[in-house]
């Protein structure tokens, strides 16, 4: 069934393992994320990026084409459709209005104050329609749909003001993790990540899941990370098996010929996070 993530996160953080949210850019990560999630019994949040729905088609679209794979699929396991780095109080309206059931307002680039107030107005209008919120403070690293950001630490005791002043479900402290590839080992921030999860009692978020090492993800869950963020992981798979069969072929045209096997890199990437994680056989 479509739900809101709040209760998926609270089931992941009491339990101790992490939802992932994988980024969809089309039909076939649709249906590759989809698959696998049902096949591995986890529950799973399909993250839109604003740029990623738009390219979609808008909100409305990506909302008929997920509820329409999950019906030709008969799926079984928990999803989520998420806004995710909602940049204003307006487009996740739209998400929430189109059935999204779930958005994150990325307001950290905001003062803090104006933050909380435009993260409350996102909580008031998203939680009358029983939609779930992710907030997020300090700054990911790197680049996503050309939003380029350099790292900053969250500050805990924002973190705690934050929560206390919004009511939102989750939350994303920026803790030296990157969009895209890193360059070199990434360097999280793990002290103010335990003291940050003990002090708002939230479900944590990690962005930039790609590229973390096993034993950091595991550490990240253990010290209350329940939401890992994929996106970059899945299109660099599923790019690699374009490349290599357009190149060894140069009479292919047929698109599902390439797309097919693109999708099945990526549902066996989702499947390998999902095993990490530690979302697999729970929901
Ligand atoms: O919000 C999306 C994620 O943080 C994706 O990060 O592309 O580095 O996996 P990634
Ligand atoms: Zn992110």
Redesign the pocket.
């Known amino acids: 069934p479509l739900v809101s993530m709040k209760e998926m996160l609270i089931k992941a953080k009491n339990e101790g393992y992490a939802v992932g949210?994988f980024?969809i850019n089309n039909l076939e990560f649709t249906q590759a994320i989809l698959l696998a999630a049902e096949e591995e019994k986890s529950p799973v949040i399909l993250?839109v990026?604003e740029g990623a729905g738009k390219y979609m088609g808008g909100f409305i679209a990506v909302v008929q084409m997920v509820k329409g794979l999950m019906e030709s699929y008969k799926i079984t396991v928990p999803v989520a459709i998420h806004l995710?780095?909602g940049s204003s109080f307006d487009k996740c309206k739209e998400a929430v209005d189109a059935g999204f059931t779930s958005v994150m307002i990325d307001a950290s680039h905001h003062s803090f104050e104006e933050n909380i107030k435009i993260t409350s107005e996102v909580v008031e209008y998203a939680h009358a329609k029983g939609v779930s919120v992710e907030a997020e403070l300090g700054t990911?690293g790197?680049e996503?749909d050309g939003v380029i950001g350099g790292i900053m630490y969250a500050d805990p005791a924002e973190c705690k003001a934050l929560v206390e002043a919004t009511n939102i479900d989750c939350l994303a402290p920026a803790l030296g993790s990157?969009?895209?590839p890193y360059k070199g080992e990434p360097k999280l921030g793990f002290d103010e990540m335990k003291q940050i999860g003990e002090e708002t009692g939230m479900p944590l978020v990690l962005?930039?899941?790609?590229?973390i090492p096993d034993e950091q993800i595991k550490r990240a869950v253990s010290l209350g990370t329940a939401k890992i963020?994929?996106?970059?992981?899945n299109q660099i798979a599923s790019t690699k098996v374009i490349r290599d069969i357009l190149n060894s072929d140069a009479k292919v045209y047929d698109p599902r010929k390439y797309l097919g096997p693109a999708r099945d890199a990526i549902k066996e990437t989702v499947i390998g996070k999902m095993r990490v994680f530690g979302s697999s056989q729970k929901a």
């Open positions: 949210q980024n993250g990026s995710d780095h990911v790197g996503e990157v969009h895209g962005h930039g899941g790609t590229g963020n994929v996106n970059t992981e």
